[in-house]
């Protein structure tokens, strides 16, 4: 039962970052109509990187699509992490309305990291 329960979330947590990535490149989804100010000056700022944006949006795909496969989920999990940190700083300094869903999502991936532990120990083992 742990094993289905996990696969779904990491499946809905892939897809929301593939959903995310995606949107780097299409910009499909529309932006909120009250987001504090500091926010959009944060993004108007990544968008002058020209580079910027895509990556991230590549590797949110990339996660993404990792978490969602079994056999590498723990890779996916590693990926995102990253991308979670730099999530939850932005929400802590600039939205904290944001806060529960990324510390949901957060949950999500340490749970994949924990339950995949042995899958790490040949990276730091001598």
């Not at 895509?54 to 996660?63: D, H, R």
């Not at 990253?82 to 990324?102: C, E, F, K, R």
Request: charged share 15%; net charge positive.
């Amino acid at each position: 039962m742990k094993t289905k329960i996990l696969f779904v979330l990491c499946l809905l947590t892939g897809l929301m970052f593939i959903n995310a990535g995606c949107d780097k490149f299409f910009h499909y989804m529309p932006m909120p109509k009250e987001m504090p100010e500091k926010m959009v000056k944060a993004g108007q700022a990544f968008m002058q990187i020209g580079w910027l944006m895509p990556l991230v949006g590549a590797m949110e795909i990339l996660g993404g699509l990792l978490l969602i496969i079994p056999r590498t989920k723990a890779l996916g999990a590693v990926v995102l992490v990253p991308l979670l940190t730099g999530i939850l700083l932005a929400n802590i300094s600039m939205a904290p309305s944001g806060l529960p869903i990324v510390l949901v999502l957060i949950a999500i991936v340490l749970w994949v990291i924990i339950d995949n532990w042995e899958k790490y120990l040949p990276m730091i083992r001598k």
